[in-house]
């Protein structure tokens, strides 16, 4: 039903006349409807020229009042012109931020109808002020004035009700976000605790029954290398074959200018190497670098100048092959960072005898070679992702290289590992704590898991944690926050130009 200014005005008129406490003005009406069902209302007044006087006044009032009503009412109506063809459009809005979030729903102040509704109650409240401003009857001053209170009231909610839409929905929102990202936390935490307190059993003697490396212990500390603290470079271990013929154990410190590798000692068990009895020890003096390992019984390391992988029998210290690698560089070209001479870094592990290095064709890029270890030819090769130079060394375990860096003098960080079971690459965040600087020589042994390390002169070595077959991760691409310490986001394998990765 649409307003009609004339029959708003007659009405606040005949309200003024019979308003409670004003004189009677009204001696009698008459009443009827005609044919056409209008309705007449006959009213009489008393000749008096004084409220004859102040019903002109608020006559004239009240057609001030009524075209002041009409301009707010017409502006009322261009805005809501206006804002047609704004609906398709909040309403498009409306159900797109419903598809992206469909708990949340659009605020009252976005809605059209709710502008003009806040308009037209500040057109009324204008509009209450004029008429108390220049009607002087009392009891129809208490009337508007009253009816400026609520109107008042109503414009005061509707400004809370749009102020606290919008604060309430964004500091919801922000609540949640950071619930949520406390809660990823916490269940981050309470996994890796759970798994820090319970391991499992740790998989036997030169088993791969696990769902890969899972965390490195605190560093064990042996003792100084026999040859004293100036000799700084060097690699030490156990027999890296998974099921080795006797529990030896071996040194060999690299001159004190950090390449040249011409002696070495074997002890047959641990607490002969405590000790430093029942030794043997022997020279070769054609080692280059500290890139050696031992792989049942017998020695294999870099030939001193040259791309050869040469191979010393340690029952006898009789060097009994030497073959040269494939487009391996050598004399230094991309070597390990801060670790000079490690052009050729030999492994091993459950599944057999490897070699890290890399080449011109790679770009420098680390590239993985198994070995035959009774003729060091190479059986199956794969390409990396990772620059050589770039990391502080790396080791095999369960055919699963795991590449290291250095975070700073006292920390490094497995941050890469290759699958050559599945040519995939992974992401990965294991701290490893050291305690001097440099690392060297970084030995596994499948035997009892744990890690070698020669460094800065000082034996040292590192109990590992794997995963439980159920704990594996599925060898797919999956979001996983950083600091995880499992194989957690694989990366496209990579190859050099012009050859397929294998």
């Not at 430093?276 to 280059?288: C, P, R, V």
Request: with cysteine.
């Amino acid at each position: 039903m649409q307003s009609d200014p004339a029959l708003l005005a007659s009405f606040l008129l005949l309200l003024f006349l019979v308003l409670p406490g004003q004189p009677q003005l009204v001696r009698g009406t008459l009443n009827s409807m005609d044919e056409s069902g209008t309705f007449q209302c006959v009213v009489h007044l008393p000749n008096s020229s004084i409220f004859l006087q102040q019903l002109e006044q608020l006559q004239s009032t009240l057609q001030d009042l009524i075209g002041k009503y009409e301009q707010q009412l017409s502006r009322a109506k261009e805005y809501t012109h206006t804002t047609e063809d704004q609906d398709s459009q909040t309403l498009e809005l409306s159900h797109m931020l419903e598809a992206r979030n469909p708990g949340v729903t659009a605020s009252h102040s976005d809605n059209p109808a709710f502008n003009l509704l806040r308009l037209k109650l500040d057109g009324a409240q204008e509009l209450a002020a004029q008429l108390q401003a220049k009607t002087g009857v009392s009891g129809a001053m208490e009337l508007i004035h009253q009816l400026q209170n609520q109107v008042t009231n109503a414009s005061l909610a509707l400004k809370l009700l749009a102020d606290s839409d919008y604060h309430s929905f964004h500091t919801l929102q922000e609540e949640v976000d950071i619930l949520e990202g406390r809660l990823s936390e916490c269940e981050r935490e309470k996994e890796q605790e759970q798994s820090s307190r319970y391991p499992g059993p740790p998989p036997a003697p030169g088993s791969c029954t696990h769902g890969g490396l899972q965390k490195v212990g605190r560093p064990l500390v042996l003792k100084l290398n026999w040859r004293g603290l100036q000799y700084k470079a060097g690699a030490w271990g156990r027999d890296s074959a998974p099921n080795p013929s006797s529990s030896l154990y071996w040194v060999s410190p690299l001159r004190a200018d950090g390449r040249y590798f011409d002696y070495y000692r074997l002890h047959k068990s641990y607490d002969d190497l405590v000790l430093l009895k029942h030794y043997e020890q022997w020279k070769m003096g054609y080692g280059d670098g500290s890139g050696n390992t031992v792989y049942k019984n017998f020695m294999y390391f870099n030939y001193y100048g040259t791309r050869d992988m040469a191979k010393v029998d340690l029952s006898s210290n009789t060097l009994v092959l030497r073959r040269s690698l494939p487009g391996a560089t050598y004399n230094n070209r991309f070597s390990y960072a801060a670790v000079p001479w490690t052009t050729l870094d030999f492994a091993g592990d459950e599944k057999g005898l490897w070699v890290l290095y890399a080449t011109e064709e790679s770009k420098g890029n680390l590239v993985i070679s198994r070995l035959n270890d009774s003729t060091l030819e190479v059986e199956q090769t794969w390409y990396t992702s990772q620059y050589k130079p770039a990391l502080s060394g790396a080791f095999m375990a369960c055919g699963v290289l795991y590449a290291l860096r250095s975070l700073s003098t006292r920390q490094e960080e497995i941050f890469y590992a290759y699958d050559t079971t599945t040519s995939l690459e992974y992401r990965l965040s294991i701290r490893l704590d050291k305690m001097l600087e440099t690392l060297h020589g970084i030995n596994y042994c499948p035997w009892d898991h744990k890690l070698y390390v020669y460094n800065d002169g000082f034996l040292i070595n590192y109990d590992l944690t794997f995963l439980t077959l159920q704990e594996k991760l599925p060898n797919s691409p999956i979001k996983k926050p950083s600091g995880t310490s499992a194989l957690s986001k694989p990366i496209k394998p990579t190859s050099p130009p012009g050859q397929e990765t294998p």
